[in-house]
């Protein structure tokens, strides 16, 4: 059974009740990633989530809070998001109390200890070389160059810069955590086998005696932040395939959240499935292309639709004529009623499917938690899909799908020359 409440010093809480399981999952998180980085300090998000867990009141050192975690079969993870910062705990169930008290040292006391700032500079300098060294490093760096303003923060690498983490000091690390780590900004959730009055107790024991201090807004973004309409190309003569990006700015997480069932509903015909539109015609049909998926992803205030694929060079021009035309007929046209029950079935199983499983059902009520004004379980979201027509899905593509800052990125082994930019941007002219 899912019960939320929120503690008196503003920390929101969730909590889902799962009595056949021996464990219990919690999951601790401020609004705080990379988003809320600039070119000076990028790379402070990732190197605190390093810290976080180097040195505890209960276990000060690394290896110590390892082997107590770990003596008990337990698994702990901590983790930097776009836009969040996390810390996650799995322990036998018997173990809760020692789960709680670590995960509130962790946000809330951690000892920022020198020694071990100084070993993880070398640890995150080490991860973001190796970042830097894989393939998809140099795609996915160009394509946030290209697809937002210059010095957005979602131009930035979620890794951070080399130059920043080797000058990064300790008071650096303690103000992005005095100003972020705070008591209106985190979100706890607590799944597995527990008696909710224990627990209850145990969370108001370690948590609210925490300081209550409210959170810094995120930054205000927009779809204004994206660059305008353009292609753009980064040949790349090691690759074999062209990896090609369609996106174009869409919903956010701003928007209603029947217009973001609706969207999903779209992209479930459009590209998401093998028996996509996309997928069924490239590769069923033609076998133009191993892959080609479509998708959207959604930030507070500002998102975008996205189609990618990779293309060997001589196809390219029929693999992207071929999915303008359908972008074009798809948002005139929108989809059949066979596509639509098609698609609202695979959502509503999807959905019920993913409450047999402990971990889907803590990122379920995470994510709502995390950005929602309630958390809805599947049967809420089944309710609202049931009642969506053909002519609610055209209404949201249209209003939403729109072409004045479309963005084609085309990487590989291709001239970035004036006549190739001139004939990408022909075959983009029917999106308008």
Request: glycine share 6%; aromatic share 12%; charged share 25%.
């Amino acid at each position: 059974m899912l019960k939320t409440f929120t503690l008196k010093n503003g920390i929101k809480v969730a909590t889902y009740n799962l009595p056949q399981l021996k464990s219990v999952y919690l999951h601790i998180t401020v609004k705080g990633g990379n988003l809320l980085e600039n070119s000076q300090n990028n790379g402070v998000a990732h190197f605190m989530e390093h810290i976080l867990v180097q040195g505890i009141p209960s276990y000060p050192t690394a290896e110590g809070l390892s082997w107590f975690i770990e003596s008990c079969s337990g698994r702990y993870q901590a983790m930097t998001h776009t836009t969040s910062i996390d810390f996650n705990i799995t322990v036998p169930f018997n173990h809760l109390e020692q789960a709680l008290q670590i995960a509130s040292q962790v946000f809330f006391a951690p000892l920022f200890p020198e020694e071990a700032i100084e070993k993880e500079r070398r640890v995150v300098i080490s991860e973001i070389n190796e970042r830097k060294d894989a393939s998809w490093y140099k795609r996915a760096e160009f394509f946030r160059k290209v697809r937002f303003q210059e010095k957005h923060p979602l131009t930035l690498d979620g890794g951070g810069s080399l130059e920043v983490v080797k000058n990064l000091q300790r008071q650096d690390l303690v103000g992005f955590w005095e100003k972020y780590f705070t008591t209106g900004n985190t979100y706890l959730l607590i799944t597995g086998n527990f008696l909710y009055t224990n627990l209850k107790k145990l969370i108001k024991k370690y948590l609210e005696e925490v300081s209550p201090k409210e959170r810094d807004n995120f930054p205000d973004l927009s779809n204004q932040d994206f660059s305008g309409r353009q292609v753009a190309i980064r040949e790349d003569n090691a690759l074999q395939l062209i990896y090609l990006d369609l996106t174009s700015p869409a919903l956010s997480l701003a928007d209603s959240l029947r217009e973001r069932v609706i969207l999903n509903l779209a992209l479930v015909i459009f590209g998401r499935l093998r028996n996509s539109r996309l997928f069924k015609l490239l590769r069923y049909q033609k076998g133009l292309v191993y892959d080609v998926s479509a998708g959207a992803n959604l930030y507070p205030g500002l998102g975008y639709i996205y189609i990618s694929s990779q293309v060997l060079y001589e196809h390219l021009d029929e693999v992207l004529t071929i999915i303008c035309q359908e972008v074009e007929n798809f948002v005139k046209f929108g989809l059949t009623e066979e596509e639509l029950e098609f698609a609202r079935n695979f959502l509503i199983n999807q959905w019920l499917m993913s409450f047999d499983h402990p971990n889907n059902i803590a990122g379920w009520i995470l994510q709502d938690l995390f950005w929602e004004k309630s958390i809805q379980l599947p049967e809420y979201y089944i309710s609202l899909v049931k009642k969506i027509k053909l002519s609610d899905v055209k209404k949201v593509m249209k209003k939403h799908w729109g072409f004045g800052k479309l963005n084609l990125t085309l990487q590989g082994p291709i001239k970035n020359s004036k006549e190739n930019i001139k004939k990408y941007s022909r075959i983009l002219e029917n999106l308008k």
